[in-house]
């Protein structure tokens, strides 16, 4: 299931990114809007989130790192 979710995460990122062209094509209000907010910049954050979520995941790192803080003695 989550392997599902990072794919279609990752998939509407890279799809909602050609959205950008009439960007390139529209007036200079058009233009300010899309470049205050960041458009593709956050596009392609959720896109490297999902998958790095999903590589650790498939990775077993998360199990890993959660097994070995366990372990540790706790220092407070």
Same mark, same amino acid.
Request: charged share 10%.
């Given at each position: 299931?989550?392997?599902?979710?990072?794919?279609?995460?990752?998939? *509407?990122?890279?799809? *909602?990114?050609?959205?950008?062209?009439? %960007? /390139?094509?529209?007036?200079?209000?058009?233009?300010?809007?899309?470049? *205050?907010?960041? %458009?593709?910049?956050?596009?392609?954050?959720?896109?490297?989130? *999902? /998958?790095?979520?999903?590589?650790?995941?498939?990775?077993? +790192?998360?199990?890993?790192?959660?097994? +070995?803080?366990?372990?540790?003695?706790?220092?407070?």
């Amino acid at each position: 299931m989550l392997f599902l979710l990072s794919g279609t995460t990752i998939l *509407a990122a890279m799809t *909602a990114m050609p959205a950008m062209v009439p %960007y /390139f094509l529209s007036g200079a209000a058009t233009r300010a809007t899309l470049s *205050a907010r960041h %458009y593709l910049f956050w596009c392609g954050t959720m896109a490297v989130v *999902a /998958f790095s979520v999903s590589w650790l995941v498939k990775g077993r +790192a998360l199990a890993a790192m959660r097994a +070995a803080m366990t372990r540790a003695p706790h220092q407070g």
